[in-house]
Nanobody, 124 residues
Framework: QVQMVESGGGLVHTGGSLRLSCSAS????????MGWFRQPPGKDREFVAA????????IYSESVKGRFTIARDNTKNTVYLQMNSLKPEDTAVYYC?????????????????WGQGTQVTVSS
């Protein structure tokens, strides 16, 4: 049974930083693209960042480019999201996800496995 568990969320002031982690179990994800999505209050889920299985390709939404960094450690079956210069509009529940295939995508429908989410709140 595949499980993906996010951690690292919390409350931070504007301009602060957080590092989210997502630990996957139940199968090896080294050949799978992994991504982060978020759902702000009252809004639809949106793409944040994704990374190819071998880390050679990363993609970001325009709203986080230059502030967030996605990385992964395949020896630990874990993907990270380093979030710097946080803004109130980054407030959301953040979800990690994994594809069955290796190439990253910004489409939520392309991802097969999902975590339960972790809350990130940025106060102004």
């Amino acid at each position: 049974q595949v499980q993906m568990v996010e951690s690292g969320g919390g409350l931070v002031h504007t301009g602060g930083s957080l590092r989210l982690s997502c630990s996957a179990s139940g199968r090896t994800f080294s050949t799978s693209a992994m991504g982060w999505f978020r759902q702000p209050p009252g809004k639809d889920r949106e793409f944040v960042a994704a990374i190819r299985g071998d880390s050679s390709v990363t993609i970001y939404s325009e709203s986080v480019k230059g502030r967030f960094t996605i990385a992964r450690d395949n020896t630990k079956n874990t993907v990270y999201l380093q979030m710097n210069s946080l803004k109130p509009e980054d407030t959301a529940v953040y979800y990690c996800a994994a594809k069955a295939s290796w190439y990253p995508s910004s489409r939520a429908d392309d991802y097969r496995y999902w975590g339960q989410g972790t809350q990130v709140t940025v106060s102004s």
